[in-house]
C-alpha cells in the first residue's frame, strides 16, 4: 500500500484552506465593487445637478463680462490668471477660487452674492417668496 506522508497531507490541508480565503477575498471585493456601482448610480441627480450649477456659474460669468464690454484676456490679465482660466470658467469646465470670484465680482460690479445667486433659480424664488412674506 501506498503511505501518504504527513507533511503530504499539511500541504493539502494548506491549500485548500489557500483556495477558500483567496475564494472569500475575491467575493468581497466583487461585494464591493457592486456596493460602490450602486452608490454612484444613485447619485446621478446629484452629478446632473452639480454639472448644470457649473454650467449657468460659466454663463453667469460670460454675461457679466460681455455686458461689461471686456474681454477674457482683460479679465486674466487684471486678476493675473491665464486666458485659459477664465475660459475654462465660462464654459463650466471648472470653478473660479473664492478669491478670484470675489475679484470677478468687483471688476464686473456686482457683489459675489449675486453672482452665485443667479446661478440657482430655485434660490432666487425662495428669497422671492420669504421677502413676500416678511
Request: hydrophobic share 40%; net charge positive.
Amino acid at each position: 500500500m501506498m503511505e501518504i506522508s504527513f507533511w503530504t497531507v499539511i500541504i493539502a490541508i494548506c491549500n485548500i484552506v489557500f483556495c477558500i480565503v483567496f475564494t472569500g477575498a475575491i467575493c468581497y471585493l466583487f461585494f464591493l465593487l457592486v456596493k460602490a456601482l450602486k452608490k454612484y448610480i444613485n447619485t446621478k441627480e446629484v452629478r446632473e445637478e452639480k454639472s448644470v450649477i457649473r454650467k449657468s456659474l460659466g454663463e453667469v460669468l460670460k454675461e457679466n463680462r460681455i455686458s461689461c464690454k471686456m474681454t477674457q484676456e482683460f479679465v486674466s490679465e487684471t486678476l493675473g490668471v491665464s486666458r485659459q482660466a477664465v475660459s475654462k470658467w465660462e464654459t463650466g469646465a471648472s470653478d473660479p477660487s473664492t478669491s478670484n470670484l470675489i475679484a470677478l465680482a468687483n471688476l464686473y460690479g456686482v457683489s459675489s452674492e449675486e453672482l452665485l445667486g443667479t446661478v440657482d433659480g430655485s434660490q432666487k424664488g425662495k428669497n422671492k417668496q420669504t421677502s413676500d412674506v416678511s
